[in-house]
């Protein structure tokens, strides 16, 4: 059983920052990949970025050079920096966690089964 819990969404006007937190409550943390998804209005689920355990980082291309990743294992958190947000980045933002993780699964929704609540990412124009 996996429990995530995000936070740190809110309101930036474009160009700002963001920091998502994503607490996982879990048995063996460093067995799992952690990634960040986001859901806007009326569109599919996106993947935005992973992690492994060995800490190996996957991006979807958008979030290259705008987006960083990083696990803390003393924390059992994941987090994702958001840099130079445009208002196509508005969404819900989802936590998930999958254990192990190997490519392709890693990036694909449909591969995980624990997610989060998700927290609102909103970018003005």
């Known amino acids: 059983q996996v429990e995530l819990v995000e936070s740190g969404g809110g309101l930036v006007q474009t160009g700002g920052s963001l920091r998502l937190s994503c607490a996982a409550s879990v048995e063996n943390f460093a067995g799992y990949a952690l990634a960040w998804f986001r859901q806007a209005p009326g569109k599919e689920r996106e993947f935005v970025a992973a992690i492994r355990s060995d800490n190996r980082e996957y991006y979807e291309e958008y979030a290259k050079g705008r987006f960083r990743i990083s696990r803390d294992a003393v924390g059992n958190t994941v987090t994702l920096q958001m840099n130079d947000l445009q208002p196509g980045d508005t969404a819900v933002y989802l936590c998930?966690?999958?254990?192990?993780?190997?490519?392709?699964?890693?990036?694909?929704?449909?591969?995980?089964?624990?997610w989060g609540q998700g927290t609102q990412v909103t970018v003005s124009s």
């Open positions: 998930a966690a999958l254990p192990g993780g190997t490519w392709p699964d890693i990036i694909l929704h449909t591969s995980y089964h624990s």
